[in-house]
C-alpha cells in the first residue's frame, strides 16, 4: 500500500487512515513524498537550482517522512499486526512518482488525501485528471474531517452497464471488504420510472455470495434522475463509511463537455472515494 503526502496536515491524516487500514488488512506501507525542484527559464534559458540546495531539500523531507514514520509506529499496539514502513522520497511529478513506485513495489492500492473542497485542490497540486485517468492501480482518496476508524458500511455505485466488468471487480474487492467485516451495499442508481430486474438483481448477488464466500452482501436501488445527485447522498457519510466507483475513461470531446462522475463526486465526497479502473 501506497500512502502519499505532501506534508500538510491534510496529507497526513490521509497517511493515518491509510495505516489504520494497512494493520486491519496486514498490508506492508510505502510512505511516499515526490518533490519538484523548482526551476527559473528566463528567456536566455534554463537557470537550474544549485546541486547543495536540491540536496538540502532532499534531506529536509526525508527527515519530514521519517518523523512522519515515527508517528505511525507509536500507532502500534500490543497484538496489532505492525506494518513495515518503507520511506520513499522522489523528485519529479506526482503522479510520475506515485506511478512507478506503484508498479516497482507492486503495490495493491495508493491513498492520498484531498484539500477542501476536494480534487480541485488534490493534494502536490491540481493532478486530478491525471492520477484518476492513469493510476492502473486502485486509489483512495481521503477528505480531511475523515474520522480515523474503519469502514463497516461500503457502497459499490454502478449503472449496470457492464455487470460482468463490475461483478471482476467487486470479486477482486472481496479480500479486503472481508477483512475488515464490512457490510457491502450494491448500489443501482436508475432515473424514476425505470424498473431494475429484481430476479437479475437478486441473482447477480447470489453469484458474488457464492464466489466470493462472503454473506454480507446487499442490493440497494436509488430511483433518481439526477444520478450526480443521487451520488451526493451515497458520500454524505450517512449511510455509507467508503464509496466505491468505477472510473471508465472517456474521450477528449466527452471530457470536455461532460465531466466524468467520478470526478464530480470526488470534488465534494465526505467519505472515502476508492477509485477502481476497469481492466482494458
Known amino acids: 500500500m501506497i500512502l502519499s503526502t505532501d506534508f500538510s496536515t491534510a496529507g497526513d491524516h490521509a497517511v493515518k487512515y491509510g495505516y489504520h487500514l494497512a494493520k486491519s488488512i496486514k498490508a506492508n506501507v510505502v510512505l511516499c513524498h515526490a518533490f519538484m525542484i523548482p526551476v527559473e527559464v528566463p528567456q536566455a534559458g534554463v537557470v537550474v537550482w ?7 531539500i532532499a534531506r529536509d523531507n526525508e527527515e519530514k517522512l521519517n518523523r512522519l514514520k515515527t508517528s ?14 518503507k520511506v520513499l522520497n522522489e523528485t519529479g511529478p506526482v503522479a510520475d512518482v506515485i506511478r512507478n513506485a506503484a508498479n516497482s513495489e507492486k503495490t495493491d492500492l495508493i491513498v492520498i ?4 473542497p476536494g480534487l480541485d485542490t488534490l493534494l502536490m497540486g ?3 485528471k491525471v492520477l484518476i485517468d492513469h493510476l492502473n492501480k486502485p486509489l483512495l482518496l481521503v477528505p480531511p474531517n475523515t474520522k480515523l476508524r474503519l469502514p463497516r458500511k461500503i457502497a459499490f455505485a454502478s449503472d449496470f452497464k457492464h455487470p460482468d466488468r463490475d461483478m471482476q471487480l467487486i470479486l477482486s474487492l472481496m479480500p479486503l471488504i472481508s477483512a475488515l467485516s464490512a ?3 450494491i448500489t443501482h442508481i ?7 430486474d429484481q430476479l437479475w438483481l437478486s441473482q447477480f448477488l447470489i453469484d458474488i455470495v457464492k464466489r466470493a464466500t462472503y454473506p454480507i452482501v446487499f442490493s440497494r436501488i436509488i430511483d433518481n434522475d439526477d444520478s450526480l445527485s443521487a451520488l451526493g447522498k451515497l458520500c454524505n457519510g450517512k449511510d455509507n463509511d467508503l464509496l466505491i466507483m468505477v472510473h471508465r475513461r472517456r474521450s477528449f470531446f466527452e471530457e470536455l463537455f461532460k465531466r466524468s462522475y467520478t470526478k464530480k463526486t470526488a470534488k465534494n465526497t465526505k467519505v472515502p472515494l476508492l477509485v477502481l479502473h476497469p481492466a482494458e
Do not use: C, W
Not at 544549485?50 to 538540502?56: A, H, L, Q, S, V
Not at 505511525?72 to 513495515?84: A, I, T, Y
Not at 436508475?190 to 431494475?196: D, H, N, Y
Open 50 to 56: 544549485p546541486m547543495d540546495t536540491y540536496d538540502e
Open 72 to 85: 505511525l509506529n507509536r500507532l502500534h499496539e500490543e497484538g496489532d499486526f505492525m506494518p513495515d514502513i
Open 113 to 116: 488525501g484531498t484539500h477542501h
Open 126 to 128: 491540481n493532478h486530478d
Open 183 to 185: 457490510e457491502l451495499y
Open 190 to 196: 436508475q432515473p424514476s420510472g425505470q424498473r431494475t
